[in-house]
């Protein structure tokens, strides 16, 4: 069983940053892909940013440029810098995880508890 638990959510103007954090824990033996995932009200849960294990990332064309997905293994946490938010970027935030669990030893997708992000205007 695996744990994901997000932080940084909150309230900000446009133009301006916010730094989400999901820490994983519990019976890892490592993680593979680690995800965000954003829904808005009235949407349907979009992909916004994913980095593997190496470091290799991608990102939706609409947070390209202004979004930095990055992990510390050590950690076993993800991290999304978020810069010049638009209100349109407003959404409860999701962060995913593909973990290769100790015992037994298997391989499963997390998904965290959600944190909200509101960008003002």
């Known amino acids: 069983q695996v744990q994901l638990v997000e932080s940084g959510g909150g309230l900000v103007q446009a133009g301006g940053s916010l730094k989400l954090s999901c820490a994983a824990s519990g019976s890892i033996r490592s993680i593979n892909d680690m995800a965000w995932y954003r829904q808005a009200p009235g949407k349907q849960r979009e992909l916004v940013a994913t980095i593997t294990s190496i470091g290799t990332t991608y990102y939706a064309d609409s947070v390209k440029g202004r979004f930095t997905i990055s992990r510390d293994n050590a950690k076993n946490t993800v991290y999304l810098q978020m810069i010049s938010l638009k209100p349109e970027d407003t959404a409860v935030y999701y962060c995913?995880?593909?973990?290769?669990?100790?015992?037994?030893?298997?391989?499963?997708?997390?998904w965290g508890q959600g944190t909200q992000v509101t960008v003002s205007s």
């Open positions: 995913n995880a593909d973990v290769w669990e100790r015992a037994p030893m298997r391989r499963k997708y997390y």
